[in-house]
């Protein structure tokens, strides 16, 4: 029979992060920081604070509210992450790291400061921050042959990846040929990722009706037809308030804008030797130049 091992936190052997002598002084003597001083008292980025000596995550950032009362303030702690102790005052309740027993703080209740009336007073000394890892999002947009687009959106900073690709149709893995044809109702669009951190989808969408003929109607250029249309296909409604609002303040500047706003539908990517077009072939796009009209 295969022997069993029931490992639990707290009882096996951890290798701990090296403590500085303050922070020894509040984890293992149980000290407290002075407040209004912490690292983390007015950090309001998203992310996870960990044990500074075990890693072991304790608290979510969405449960880290201002308290005023001078060190970082928590009404939840992670499940089963931290542990109540009476405080050697004989008053309190001490709180402390359930992996590797660190002091952390003290915990409150019934104080009024949130829905769950828990106050968690932490020492920044006794906590890591580790931000949240950013998702990057996506933008689809359609203005003429997708070579065009996709050059231009890949020259912006902040853009991660840019895939050239058919939306708006009514089959499914439609074909360049289809598309070409008009049978299949699809655009040519693209697909835009992007970092959210350094640029914004307004800055995007700026880009996008000056990268192409907005008043052309189904059409760029030379390129006649439906899947050459200009279309702006959301992915949810700030981007659709964005789009709304930028046709609104072009036609305002006297710009009769065809551009139709649609919800983003299945991005079909196009065939390979679409991609990347011009980067690969050493050429500039034909159809497209900007033009500044904000
Ligand atoms: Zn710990």
């Not at 949130?114 to 999002?137: D, E, M, Y």
């Not at 050059?151 to 050239?164: L, P």
Request: with cysteine; glycine share 10%.
């Amino acid at each position: 029979m295969a022997a069993l091992w029931i490992i639990r936190p707290g009882r096996i052997s951890m290798v701990y992060n090296k403590l500085t002598p303050q922070q020894e002084h509040v984890i293992v003597d149980k000290g407290t920081e002075s407040p209004f001083t912490g690292e983390y008292l007015n950090n309001k980025q998203e992310g996870t604070y960990v044990c500074k000596r075990c890693g072991a995550g304790l608290y979510k950032s969405s449960d880290k509210f201002d308290s005023h009362c001078g060190w970082p303030s928590f009404d939840d702690e992670i499940a089963g992450m931290v542990k109540r102790i009476p405080d050697a005052d004989g008053t309190r309740t001490e709180i402390v790291c359930a992996a590797c027993d660190a002091h952390l703080g003290h915990v409150f209740i019934g104080e009024g400061f949130t829905k769950k009336n828990v106050r968690h007073c932490v020492n920044s000394v006794s906590l890591s921050f580790i931000p949240a890892v950013k998702q990057n999002k996506k933008a689809y947009f359609a203005g003429g042959c997708f070579w065009g687009v996709e050059y231009w959106f890949e020259k912006a900073d902040g853009v991660t990846a840019v895939s050239s690709g058919y939306m708006g149709g009514h089959v499914s893995r439609p074909t360049y040929q289809q598309v070409c044809d008009g049978t299949s109702g699809h655009a040519e669009a693209v697909e835009v990722q992007y970092d959210p951190e350094k640029i914004s989808y307004e800055e995007l969408a700026k880009l996008f009706f000056e990268i192409h003929d907005p008043t052309q109607q189904d059409g760029q250029g030379p390129d006649i037809g439906q899947q050459y249309r200009s279309a702006i296909f959301y992915a949810d409604g700030e981007q659709k308030e964005t789009a709304d609002r930028l046709i609104k303040q072009l036609g305002k500047n006297g710009l009769h804008i065809t551009t139709s706003v649609e919800p983003a539908a299945d991005f079909w990517p196009a065939e390979e030797y679409h991609q990347n077009y011009y980067a690969k072939n050493g050429r500039q796009p034909y159809c497209h130049v900007r033009t500044k009209r904000f």
